[in-house]
């Protein structure tokens, strides 16, 4: 239920990911870098584009202590990865 709410407001709001990320496949993960991380945020959101074109969202909360998140990857391959804070859904 989580998730479908979380997609939900991705799916409504207008604003672009302003995260500068990368990531990589690694093994059944998917590791996410940020390149700076906003201290005023309280908890990150994925949307993942598949090769099928289906898209996904997944709350993230906080990055480690070296900026990045670690991601099972249930899913199939990733084409796209974009970022959303808590600030971008108010």
Known sequence: MKYLFALVFLLFISCSSSNEISWT??????????????LQVETYYAEITLESGRR???????????????IKNNFGNFNDIKLYT????E
Request: no cysteine; hydrophobic share 45%.
């Open 56 to 70: 996904i969202a997944i709350e993230l909360g906080l990055p480690d202590e070296v900026r990045k998140f670690r």
């Open 86 to 89: 808590n600030l971008d859904l």
């Open 25 to 38: 496949e690694d093994n059944e993960y998917v590791i996410i870098l940020l390149n700076e991380i906003n």
